[in-house]
Nanobody
């Protein structure tokens, strides 16, 4: 399993933007972003294949968030625009799903520690 370290979280006003980064200690296959609000289940946000050729998004973030990766830097990014208060959560990156069920959190082998994103109204 690889080690994953997220960064880039913070406090932003509604309508603002943030870019999250997730640095991996080694090579990874597909990677994903999930988020968890207080008292809620961890939910899928976005995923990207190793090549970056395919990306997947939750309906709630389509058109606002963009996932990308730089394999040379072993880093995946989540650009978040037009943020809403309901986007407030701890954001986790995950790597190496055991199947192509990229939205299924139980498929991922490695997880980061999370970074807090807070969107004020």
């Amino acid at each position: 399993q690889v080690q994953l370290v997220e960064s880039g979280g913070g406090l932003v006003q509604a309508g603002g933007s943030l870019r999250l980064s997730c640095a991996a200690s080694g090579r990874t296959a597909a990677m994903g972003w999930f988020r968890q609000a207080p008292g809620q289940e961890r939910e899928f946000v976005a995923a990207i294949t190793w090549s970056g050729g395919s990306t997947y998004y939750a309906d709630s973030v389509k058109g606002r968030f963009t996932i990308s990766r730089d394999n040379a830097k072993k880093t995946v990014y989540l650009q978040m625009n037009s943020l809403k208060p309901e986007d407030t959560a701890v954001y986790f990156c995950a790597a190496d799903p055991r199947s192509r069920q990229y939205s299924n959190k139980f498929e991922y082998l490695s997880w980061g520690q999370g970074t807090q994103v807070t969107v004020s109204s």
